[in-house]
């Protein structure tokens, strides 16, 4: 089976260096999404192992599309009854650029009613009552080539299940999961978030530092489709669980000026398993100070929407001092603040990232090398 992850910009580097690290190999990027080939122990493992990707598709056919009757009859070949069952919630996610069927919503239902003609035949009923499994199929037509993909994750991979408290403006858990992994973080360095938030930096850290499997104890949509071996999930999470590191770790810094922020972000660690990991504390980001000489700090700083102008430019000017009175860390900060790379001063490295649909530059200062 062809498989394809959808990644972000920003993203993509780290969904193929996670693929790279399961052993399935290189896995090249095209036009934002990142493709490979594997079979259902794939589908799992990557559901379960994934950081930074977002969801896991099949490709089921890709097919010239130039007319509606073209797009059903390409829809109509694919065997959905190998999948599906005849109380599948058939539901279409649809896309065009660049092609003749551009009304996406017409080219939607044409789709739907091919799916569900070929389910009606194929499994003899007169209709489908939809009251079993949900079924999200992609319909991307990109230059009048359609291609038919089938979710098998269902709700996106950035859903953990340890979130459940809300916060302002929490950064998206596969997001997060992608700077850390960049930053060259490992559980024998320190590492820091001085403003924590609802916690997704220094969980993902911890998680990852761990080797804790992000997915192991969700569901997923996949184990509903009826070609699927039995047991693939559950060996997934077999191997997830045997692969944990359960010895020390260097500390993992997360604090806040908010204490609902800390205690938010309390609760969402001992929900991930790794609130002992932790060191939480209520402060101000100005007074962060680590005994560790080496260390990595990630964070997403305030932008705009509560603090504004003199105040979160003065916020900014501390921050630069805070980092750089930490001279062998280094520090990859995530900000929407258009002044951030003025008063921060010059990256070394810079990347243009999604915080959800808010645009950000994700600004990388590196430590000094590590004397010997
Ligand atoms: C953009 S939010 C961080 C969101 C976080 N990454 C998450 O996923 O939930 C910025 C945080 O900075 C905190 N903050 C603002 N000023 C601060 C300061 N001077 N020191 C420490 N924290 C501060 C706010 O309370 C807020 O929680």
């Not at 800390?262 to 100005?286: F, K, N, P, W, Y």
Request: net charge positive; glycine share 8%; proline share 5%.
């Amino acid at each position: 089976m062809v498989l394809q992850i959808p990644a972000a910009t920003g993203i993509e580097a780290a969904v193929k260096r996670e693929i790279e690290h399961m052993g399935l190999g290189h896995a090249p990027a095209i036009r934002g999404r990142v493709t490979l080939e594997g079979d259902w122990n794939t589908v799992a493992r990557l559901n379960v192992f994934l950081r930074a990707g977002e969801r896991v598709l099949i490709v089921l056919k890709e097919f010239p599309a130039t007319s509606f009757d073209e797009l059903f009859a390409g829809v109509f070949s694919i065997p959905w009854e190998e999948y599906l069952s005849a109380h599948a919630r058939v539901r279409i996610d649809g896309k065009s650029v660049k092609s003749k069927l551009a009304a996406i919503k017409a080219a939607g239902g044409v789709a739907q009613k091919a799916i569900v003609e070929r389910l009606r035949e194929r499994l003899h009923v007169r209709t489908l009552d939809e009251a079993g499994e949900r079924a999200v199929v992609g319909v991307s037509l990109y230059e009048d080539v359609a291609t038919v993909t089938l979710d098998t994750t269902g709700e996106g991979l950035h859903r953990r299940g340890y979130r459940v408290l809300t916060y302002d403006a929490p950064l998206r858990e596969t997001t997060a999961a992608a700077i850390v992994e960049d930053s060259f973080y490992r559980r024998d360095k320190a590492f820091c978030d001085p403003f924590c938030g609802s916690g997704t930096i220094p969980i993902e850290a911890a998680l990852y530092a761990r080797n804790i499997a992000p997915g192991k104890s969700r569901e997923f949509d996949f184990c509903r489709f009826k070609c699927v071996p039995q047991g693939v999930l559950q060996a997934a999470r077999a191997e997830a669980e045997a692969g944990e590191y359960r010895g020390p770790i260097a500390p993992v810094y997360a604090s806040d000026l908010s204490p609902r922020a800390v205690a938010i972000t309390r609760e969402h660690a001992r929900r991930a398993g790794v609130l002992s990991d932790l060191l939480l504390a209520e402060q101000d980001m100005r007074a962060f100070t680590a005994p560790e000489r080496c260390g990595v700090l990630v964070s997403n700083p305030p932008y705009g929407e509560r603090m504004k102008g003199e105040d979160l430019a003065l916020l900014y000017r501390d921050l630069r001092s805070m980092f750089r009175a930490l001279p062998d860390w280094s520090a990859y900060l995530l900000s929407g603040y258009e002044d951030c790379e003025r008063l921060l001063g010059r990256p070394d490295k810079r990347r243009l990232l999604y915080n959800a649909d808010l645009k950000c530059s994700l600004l990388v200062y590196f430590g000094k090398k590590p004397r010997a």
